[in-house]
């Protein structure tokens, strides 16, 4: 695909803002709010928009089972109140809507940039989804937003090998719960280590070699965090030649991040999205799926977001 700036998509809702978790909490409306702004700045003019749909039952079912997907939509509190499902991830009102709605959304960069309506989607939603399970709920996150994609690129297009690659700080768990016996599905990921949720070691490289995990100590910073994705995550998805790409793009690595310990900064999340975009280039036309998870820190946040969809409309 040839590219232009005209050429990305942005895929929102304000769903997500009716997603309480409660006061205190790290992952609130705010951070779509600081996005929002973010990306309404003159530099993005030329991004398309759209809102995110609900994801259908059969593309939560190609990741979730039934038990699961009936226990998160059932979940109903009253007004004003909330209900915990870990002591990290928390429902009200409005979250059951607004977990559908990012998975959709997450579906419906997959169409765009199958149908070549966009090069590249980022999708601007929340609660984020690398944490959950198949059948768990965690890390503030309600379904898994980015294996969704990639098994809705499978089914729907016909894309056989999927990847997933994730620079949130914290490990993206459940990711690599749903990629671990699939030979065809890559995930590959960087990450603070020993850190929340406690997996991401080295050793872990999936049932058939095809995970990669590079476990970053506490204050690595930018060297460290680059070497990791030029030594070894990035040669390993060139060998792995995906049929499409996904995102998990958290931001929570910065170093003004509360959650974090990182120490990385703007400049460093727009030279990984050029490598990343590099990669697409060589192995999907170009196409990326870019989906929205950690980043704590509101300023942070929005600049780390703006510097990340620049390097896609650059792309």
Not at 87 to 95: F, I, L, N, Q, R
Not at 141 to 169: P, T
Not at 230 to 236: E, K, Q, V, Y
Request: aromatic share 6%; with cysteine.
């Amino acid at each position: 695909m040839s590219s232009s700036a005209g050429d990305v998509l942005l895929i929102t809702h304000p769903a997500g803002l009716d997603h309480d978790t409660g006061p205190g909490h790290p992952e609130r409306v705010g951070r779509l709010r600081a996005v929002w702004r973010a990306l309404g700045e003159p530099e993005f003019g030329d991004l398309m928009h759209e809102e995110a749909p609900q994801a259908t039952p059969d593309q939560l079912g190609r990741v979730h089972s039934a038990r699961y997907i009936d226990h998160i939509l059932s979940t109903h509190p009253g007004p004003g109140k909330l209900e915990r499902l870990d002591p990290d991830t928390v429902m009200s009102a409005g979250s059951a809507e607004a977990a559908l709605r990012a998975a959709g959304g997450a579906v419906a960069a997959v169409d765009a940039v199958m149908t070549d309506r966009a090069r590249a989607a980022f999708v601007a939603t929340r609660p984020p989804g690398h944490h959950a399970e198949p059948e768990r709920a965690m890390g503030f996150c309600l379904f898994s937003n980015a294996a969704i994609a990639a098994h809705h690129a499978r089914a729907a297009w016909g894309k056989q090998r999927v990847a997933v690659v994730d620079f949130d700080v914290h490990h993206g768990n459940g990711t690599q719960a749903v990629a671990w016996d699939d030979a065809d599905f890559f995930f590959g990921s960087s990450h603070q280590f020993p850190f929340y949720p406690g997996t991401g070691s080295i050793g872990e490289t999936g049932a058939h070699g095809q995970i990669v995990n590079a476990a970053l100590a506490a204050g690595s910073g930018s060297a460290a965090f680059r070497a990791a994705w030029s030594d070894r995550i990035l040669p390993a998805l060139d060998a792995f030649a995906p049929d499409c790409l996904i995102i998990s793009a958290g931001f929570d690595a910065h170093r003004d991040d509360p959650l974090g310990g990182l120490e990385l900064d703007e400049a460093d999340f727009a030279w990984i999205t050029a490598r990343i975009v590099e990669s697409a280039r060589r192995h999907t036309g170009g196409r990326i799926v870019s989906l929205l998870e950690g980043g704590y820190d509101l300023d942070a946040l929005a600049a780390s977001a703006a510097a990340h969809v620049q390097g896609l409309m650059a792309g």
